[in-house]
């Protein structure tokens, strides 16, 4: 941990975690009740974001995530027309939260300023913790192999935490990938399916009953990036292991399921 005490910011007086529909295996409940126990924190449970701000006509608003989308993995801040069907679509899913998107990649960092955007200024300060929950699989531009990457938590203000990047985010065992890439060597399409199967229990998919297990870490990742500026820890072990790895992730949220020594005796000390 290299933050100091010194450096750290006050707790927020209170968090809102908001749902996500389309995950039916998510007990925000549990989470609440995980992050309150843990940190003796006012934590309360919203709707969905955009369900429980509507403060604009969804057709405006789904004009603006239209924008959102990741066309070229490449090119960093893409600045286009949307289409009419490609607005059409955010209307549906806007109207029905509870629908699972495909496999369409939003720049996280653009969308969490449109959920900044959306939160009235007497919610807006760092005594407030907001934790969107969001099934719109995010991503990041890395500077230094220039693509953008899923990512599971996009820390800033709001933090969010996507559903689908805890997924997609984090790559699966090698042999997966291996597998795939003989199937196309042999022009043959994947059987994506069939190779998930052969590696079950050592990823996360979508319905997962584990899904709310691992997510109590992220929101602690959130919660100690809003106070430190520093949401990982190098510990495997430590919930807060920046994992880009499936079975890192599972060890861990799962295997672990705590905090390492120093992250834990932090939180004793706001708790």
């Given at each position: 941990m290299t933050s100091s005490r010194s450096e750290t910011l006050a707790p927020p007086s209170r968090i809102f975690l908001y749902e996500d529909p389309s995950s039916p295996t998510v007990d925000l409940g549990e989470l609440r009740s995980h992050l309150k126990e843990g940190t003796g924190l006012n934590v309360e449970t919203r709707p969905e974001f955009f369900s429980y701000y509507r403060d604009e006509d969804l057709e405006t608003r789904a004009s603006k995530l239209a924008r959102l989308k990741v066309r070229n993995l490449h090119r960093e801040q893409q600045d286009f027309e949307p289409l009419l069907g490609e607005v059409n679509f955010e209307l549906r899913l806007l109207s029905d939260p509870s629908r699972r998107l495909p496999g369409i990649l939003y720049d996280g960092f653009r969308f969490q300023e449109l959920l900044r955007s959306l939160i009235p200024p007497e919610e807006r300060s760092l005594r407030t913790l907001h934790l969107p929950l969001t099934s719109r699989l995010l991503a990041t531009f890395d500077p230094n192999d220039r693509v953008y990457h899923a990512r599971v938590i996009v820390c800033g203000y709001p933090c969010v935490i996507s559903t689908?990047?805890?997924?997609?985010?984090?790559?699966?065992?090698?042999?997966?990938?291996?597998?795939?890439?003989?199937?196309?060597?042999?022009?043959?399409?994947?059987?994506?399916?069939?190779?998930?199967?052969?590696?079950?229990?050592?990823?996360?998919?979508?319905?997962?009953?584990?899904?709310?297990?691992?997510?109590?870490?992220?929101?602690?990742?959130?919660l100690f990036y809003h106070m430190m500026g520093d949401p990982f820890c190098e510990d495997r072990d430590c919930r807060l292991f920046n994992a880009h790895w499936q079975e890192e992730m599972i060890r861990a949220q799962l295997t672990s399921g705590r905090l390492c020594p120093e992250h834990r005796e932090f939180l004793s000390r706001i708790a």
């Open positions: 689908s990047g805890i997924v997609e985010g984090p790559a699966k065992p090698k042999e997966f990938y291996r597998a795939r890439r003989g199937y196309s060597i042999l022009g043959m399409s994947p059987p994506t399916e069939a190779l998930k199967e052969e590696i079950r229990g050592r990823f996360i998919d979508y319905d997962d009953d584990r899904m709310t297990e691992v997510l109590k870490g992220y929101v602690l990742q959130a």
